[in-house]
């Protein structure tokens, strides 16, 4: 099967099954994987996607779980970029009790990665991620959005790949837009997927190719099932197939085939679904608290911070002002996304599972502890502090990042003048939030960056013939004169709810001299 076939649902004996109807048991992509789990590795990117994976299944198979030394042999990519896939593995997979996921540091290549898991993160590197477009209303961007820099004069001279990002005035499409572009692709690829988990039996063609239980079940890594006020349930309790199968008894495997008319079904509801509510929005009275109007169209007064589908919060066109949310403020987000803010102060000040950062200038933006991933991106001449598990950063300039990081920071896209430092405040609850998220203060690598490729292969713009790529413009350190502390009030004044009393960060020796530095110039002065 080629990668580029559409999967199209074969003639099967046996009766499709209906898909779930309700409306909060719609299909949904997980989006965790689409969002934080893609790589610019072009090693990654192959010429047939499926043969290339049936191989290394085939390969690999002796080996239940892969390590990074098994994984850099077998795919001919570096020890780096092989301990980067599993840690970027471990931060999107669905099951939080993968021994992956829990590994420490020091135990992820004891832990290894499932085989199933690894096969399906690799295959989602043929994803092309869904182009930003630009805001309806150019007049109300062009009031927050920053001054020409004094980059771009040059860098649209150097080459048509920075031509391309000179153009800074990029917004998110909306989620249901992204939604619907994550279920066509796999529609698209679903029976490719689908024959890399399936298992072999006697008999000829595709009929031969059957899903076990634990098998349907890996799916969940990149399709669930449920909606806003639900629970998410697991992909076998929602498949007629395995619903009601004996817990002690090993469930009968189901014909591959079956499985692709029932996901095909699914999906194709989905998409009817998400059509009918894009269609009503645009037709219909605008309705501010819908959390899937479109992230393009929020302008300078558009704040929404309330819960949208399955746990993501978003933080949208915050100009000249400062702005705090903290744990309360945030209950059932477990990511929140902060979108074309200008000019301001930003304190979010809770754990959290994700973060993203997109589009924002001249701002300082504080997030809590951020226990899977933050990404940063298209970002001017801004500052960034956080504490979290891994930090990826892309196309950004001039801005600055003081880190409490238990992985390498990852650099890739057209970046320009970036600076990294220590981590440089606290506030009262930051020890009870990252001991909730699992981050380890014992742990800063946030001068440990590690540089992929400028050009990014699943980017949907076609880039110019000629345009090779080069790595990624890593980040300097900050001069420790420069660096000082960043100081959070107070909201709750007199006592505080937390137990922090000071960065739980060690600073390196530099900065903790320019530290007392600082200080002893405040008290004799």
């Not at 990668?3 to 003639?11: H, L």
């Not at 689409?34 to 990654?44: N, R, V």
């Not at 072999?200 to 239980?213: C, F, I, T």
Request: glycine residues 4%.
């Amino acid at each position: 099967m080629s990668t580029e076939t559409t999967s199209t649902a074969d003639p099967s004996p046996d009766p499709a099954p209906t898909p779930n109807p309700n409306s909060s048991s719609l299909i949904h992509p997980r989006r965790e994987p689409f969002e934080h789990g893609l790589l610019p590795i072009p090693k990654l990117i192959f010429p047939d996607t499926t043969q290339i994976l049936t191989q290394l299944k085939q390969k690999l198979a002796p080996h239940n779980r892969v390590n990074s030394s098994l994984l850099a042999d077998s795919l001919q990519i570096s020890a780096d970029h092989a301990r980067l896939i599993l840690d970027t593995l471990a931060s999107v997979l669905n099951s939080e009790s993968d021994p992956l996921v829990k590994a420490l540091p020091d135990e992820v290549d004891s832990a290894g990665a499932d085989l199933r898991d690894l096969i399906l993160f690799l295959y989602i590197q043929s994803y092309k991620k869904l182009l930003p477009r630009t805001h309806k209303d150019a007049a109300a961007v062009a009031d927050v959005w920053p001054s020409t820099s004094a980059f771009d004069g040059y860098l649209s001279a150097l080459s048509p790949l920075q031509l391309v990002r000179s153009n800074s005035r990029r917004f998110m499409p909306s989620q249901a837009d992204e939604e619907a572009h994550q279920l066509s692709y796999l529609q698209k690829h679903m029976a490719n997927i689908l024959s890399l988990l399936a298992e072999s039996v006697e008999g000829e063609g595709e009929e031969s190719l059957v899903l076990s239980m634990e098998g349907f079940e890996h799916l969940g890594f990149l399709i669930q099932f449920g909606d806003k006020g639900s629970e998410v349930v697991t992909l076998s309790q929602a498949a007629p197939f395995f619903a009601n199968s004996d817990p002690d008894m090993p469930a009968v495997p189901v014909p591959a085939t079956q499985v692709l008319d029932w996901i095909s079904q699914n999906i194709a509801s989905a998409l009817e679904h998400i059509t009918e509510r894009i269609s009503a929005k645009e037709n219909g009275p605008a309705n501010s608290s819908d959390s899937d109007v479109a992230m393009a169209d929020a302008c300078t007064s558009s704040i929404k911070t309330s819960p949208s589908a399955r746990g993501s919060c978003f933080i949208e066109g915050i100009s000249k002002s400062s702005f705090v949310k903290q744990a309360l403020d945030l209950k059932g987000c477990s990511s929140v996304k902060v979108l074309n803010c200008h000019d301001s102060i930003l304190y979010i000040l809770a754990p959290l599972r994700y973060a993203t950062i997109y589009g924002c200038s001249d701002s300082t933006i504080v997030l809590g502890a951020v226990g899977k991933a933050v990404r940063i991106e298209h970002c001017e001449r801004v500052h960034v502090i956080t504490a979290a598990k891994r930090v990826c950063i892309a196309n950004c300039r001039e801005c600055v990042f003081f880190l409490g990081v238990n992985q390498r920071p990852l650099m890739v896209g057209d970046n320009h003048k970036l600076q990294v430092a220590p981590y440089n405040t606290f506030y009262s609850e930051l020890e009870e939030h990252m001991a909730d998220v699992g981050i380890d203060a014992n742990i800063n690598r946030w001068d440990e960056t590690l540089a992929l490729g400028v050009v990014d292969p699943h980017d949907s713009l076609s880039h110019s013939a000629g345009v090779s790529d080069v790595q990624a413009e890593s980040a300097a350190r900050l001069d420790p004169d420069q660096f000082t502390n960043f100081l959070i009030p107070n909201w709750f004044g007199g006592e505080s709810p937390g137990s922090t009393k000071d960065n739980p960060f060690q600073l390196p020796e530099a900065y903790m001299a320019s530290q007392q530095r600082n200080v002893c110039a405040l008290v004799f002065n």
